[in-house]
């Protein structure tokens, strides 16, 4: 898609984002794309058809679809056909907003280098589920979130963009996934600015930015 902006043309990156809740990041993404993320959402999927993201892509205009995982018979089929789906919106890269699936490695492999995916700690810490509340019972003194290309490692591929957090004294669960889900809104659109600019890119397993690798073990 061509925009037109102060006389030039932008091209936009065709981006297909799944999700499996609330969408609060996809929201973030939408208003990013409203002002200076060059990307066209051709669309937003869930594996779950409750998932309140569908209604804010709905509002924004933007086509949805729903497959659900219970009515097959094993993940690879799942995935298969999540794949033809998603195919045929030809988008050059792919989002993971809060989509609670762990995916086949077929499915990995098809979108290698073209798949992005964000996680509430600090990677490789927390990996998995229940991060705010292990990093609490842990007594970390930071938190935060973490973009990474996604490989067949469980919240283990490469490192792009972190956001760092003060854990608070008087912290809880709720409080402290707030605080980080704020950071969240800001660092998504951000990583997806890169790649759309053309400025990120995986190689061997690396995340590179301006042709840098990036170091996953001191991203800020």
Known sequence: MLDK???MAIQRLPIVILLSG????????IEASQKDLAVDIRAVISNRVDAY???RAKKAGIPTANIEHAHFDSREAFDQ???QLIDQYEPALVVLAGYMRILSPEFVAHYQGRMLNIHPSL????????????AIEEGEKEHGATVHFVTTKLDGGPGIIQ???AVEKNDTTETLAARVLEQEHRIYPQ???WYAQGRLELKDEVAYLDGEALDFSELT
């Not at 990677?123 to 292990?134: A, E, N």
């Open 5 to 7: 902006e102060e006389g």
């Open 81 to 83: 056909a999540l794949l």
């Open 123 to 134: 990677l490789p810490k927390f990996r998995g589920l229940h991060t705010h509340q292990r």
């Open 22 to 29: 609330s969408g609060s990041n996809l929201q973030a993404i």
């Open 53 to 55: 993201g569908l209604q």
């Open 163 to 165: 956001a760092r957090i």
């Open 191 to 193: 990583a997806i600015r």
